[in-house]
């Protein structure tokens, strides 16, 4: 039921649309979405309530600065605002995957030719990815009509990512595959063949509806950051066990740790690692999916 404001305008409590996708988060996750939802909608219908809140946030801030950085100022945030900016920057803070755009009807179309042979080297998938794709390399899809981008990382992952509207930075979809799989599934809402592929996907919907709900305008940025930090999802140990493989209980079989803490890739934390010049020195924690329910 729409709240009915004294002045007759109706507030639209986009936060219940927002929940209704949060099955598999955690309280505290939905409890904080809802809460920033509400927040914006309080600003942008009664911005007077919010005069003397901002001196206090930023005094608050200052006490517990020791504890984290949390500086997300508009003009850092501008060289973000349209897709072009974002994906621009993301192949200079990540050279080692390759991002490709493509309009939803021709990826689609050359869904079923991802063909890739496990003895191919890194140099003739990427020669040979590029030839059959040529359509989806970047530049030549126009900005606004880019539906999806494809994050192939060689002999380890390729990531769909599907945008609502088309052109825009607000990711509604992302499914992790092998990049070797190839049909009409590989889609932003398909599901992989592999179980380690599957549940790094059902991980991934949820780092999604968190990334949207906290820092909806960087979402994308932060997004595509969290999913590079699975280039070490075969060589990485577990940060808990400290083993490469567990058995997990439910599918009785042996996996990789697939939990990246998407929580740890705020907007704020990807510009502090750039801004240090120490982005190759890469300290992301990987835990099994037993482990990081004991962990966390």
Same mark, same amino acid.
């Given at each position: 039921?729409?709240?009915?404001?004294? &002045?007759?305008?109706?507030?639209?409590?986009?936060?219940?649309?927002?929940?209704?996708?949060?099955?598999?988060?955690?309280?505290?996750?939905?409890?904080?979405?809802?809460?920033?939802?509400?927040?914006?909608?309080?600003?942008?219908?009664?911005?007077?309530?919010? &005069?003397?809140?901002?001196?206090?946030?930023?005094?608050?801030?200052?006490?517990?600065?020791?504890?984290?950085?949390?500086?997300?100022?508009?003009?850092?945030?501008?060289?973000?605002?349209?897709?072009? &900016?974002?994906?621009?920057?993301?192949?200079?803070?990540?050279?080692?995957?390759?991002?490709?755009?493509?309009?939803?009807?021709?990826?689609?179309?050359?869904?079923?030719?991802?063909?890739?042979?496990?003895?191919?080297?890194?140099?003739?998938?990427?020669?040979?990815?590029?030839?059959?794709?040529?359509?989806?390399?970047?530049?030549?899809?126009?900005?606004?009509?880019?539906?999806?981008?494809?994050?192939?990382?060689?002999?380890?992952?390729?990531?769909?990512?599907?945008?609502?509207?088309?052109?825009?930075?607000?990711?509604?979809?992302?499914?992790?595959?092998?990049? &070797?799989?190839?049909?009409?599934?590989?889609?932003?809402?398909?599901?992989?063949?592999?179980?380690?592929?599957?549940?790094?996907?059902?991980?991934?919907?949820?780092?999604?509806?968190?990334?949207?709900?906290?820092?909806?305008?960087?979402?994308?940025?932060?997004?595509?950051?969290?999913?590079?930090?699975?280039?070490?999802?075969?060589?990485?140990?577990?940060?808990?066990?400290?083993?490469?493989?567990?058995?997990?209980?439910?599918?009785?079989?042996?996996?990789?740790?697939?939990?990246?803490?998407?929580?740890?890739?705020?907007?704020?934390?990807?510009?502090?690692?750039?801004?240090?010049?120490?982005?190759?020195?890469?300290?992301?924690?990987?835990?099994?999916?037993?482990?990081?329910?004991?962990?966390?």
């Amino acid at each position: 039921m729409p709240l009915v404001c004294p &002045d007759g305008a109706v507030v639209a409590y986009a936060w219940k649309r927002q929940l209704a996708g949060q099955a598999g988060a955690s309280a505290v996750d939905r409890t904080r979405l809802a809460l920033k939802a509400f927040t914006d909608q309080k600003r942008r219908f009664f911005p007077h309530l919010d &005069d003397g809140v901002e001196a206090n946030e930023s005094d608050s801030k200052k006490r517990c600065g020791s504890e984290e950085v949390t500086f997300e100022p508009k003009e850092v945030m501008s060289f973000l605002r349209t897709l072009p &900016d974002v994906l621009q920057s993301l192949e200079k803070e990540v050279p080692n995957v390759k991002i490709s755009t493509f309009e939803r009807l021709d990826w689609l179309k050359c869904a079923s030719t991802l063909t890739s042979s496990p003895n191919e080297s890194s140099e003739e998938h990427n020669y040979r990815g590029s030839s059959k794709r040529k359509l989806g390399s970047m530049g030549m899809v126009a900005p606004e009509k880019v539906a999806v981008i494809e994050l192939l990382c060689p002999s380890i992952f390729r990531v769909v990512i599907s945008l609502h509207p088309a052109g825009s930075i607000d990711p509604d979809a992302v499914a992790f595959f092998s990049p &070797d799989e190839s049909g009409s599934y590989v889609h932003a809402r398909g599901v992989s063949v592999h179980h380690v592929y599957r549940h790094i996907t059902e991980y991934a919907t949820i780092a999604l509806q968190y990334f949207l709900g906290n820092q909806a305008e960087t979402s994308l940025y932060s997004l595509v950051h969290w999913i590079c930090s699975y280039q070490t999802l075969f060589s990485r140990p577990c940060s808990k066990c400290k083993k490469l493989l567990a058995m997990d209980k439910q599918s009785n079989l042996l996996l990789a740790p697939v939990h990246r803490p998407y929580w740890k890739f705020s907007f704020s934390k990807i510009l502090s690692t750039i801004s240090s010049k120490d982005q190759n020195s890469d300290t992301t924690m990987a835990y099994h999916i037993g482990c990081i329910s004991e962990e966390v």
